[in-house]
């Protein structure tokens, strides 16, 4: 059983940068996803980036397009914590933040992850 709990959420100016955390209470290491989600008011939940166990020190990063060359994810595995660097946030990055992790389908919906966080609020506003 993984238990996930998201921080570092909060307001930020456009272009402003904000870095996220989930800590996770039984080991990560050993999931095959790991992701980041976000949801904002009225829209789906979207997959923002992600890592899939590729082998057992490489994991294989992809983001939404949407994000890339602006958000970072990553993984301290001695902490068993995983990360999200957002820099030149904008409006439409606003959002409730999820942390997940599962073994299925790393690049899927939503459901494909059975470990979900209860969400960290970032608004980009000026």
């Known amino acids: 059983e993984v238990q996930l709990v998201e921080s570092g959420g909060g307001l930020v100016q456009p272009g402003g940068s904000l870095r996220l955390s989930c800590a996770a209470s039984?080991?990560?290491?050993?999931?095959?996803?790991l992701a980041w989600f976000r949801q904002a008011p009225g829209k789906e939940r979207e997959r923002v980036a992600s890592?899939?166990?590729?082998?057992?020190?490489?994991?294989?990063?992809a983001y939404a397009d949407s994000v890339k060359g602006r958000f970072a994810i990553s993984q301290d595995t001695a902490k068993n914590m995983v990360y999200l660097q957002m820099n030149s946030l904008k409006p439409e990055d606003t959002g409730i933040y999820y942390c997940?992790?599962?073994?299925?389908?790393?690049?899927?919906?939503?459901?494909?992850?059975?470990?979900w966080g209860q969400g960290t609020q970032v608004t980009v506003s000026s």
């Open positions: 997940a992790a599962g073994d299925s389908d790393c690049l899927g919906a939503p459901s494909a992850y059975r470990y």
């Open positions: 039984g080991s990560t290491n050993t999931k095959k996803c």
């Open positions: 890592l899939e166990s590729v082998t057992r020190r490489f994991r294989a990063v």
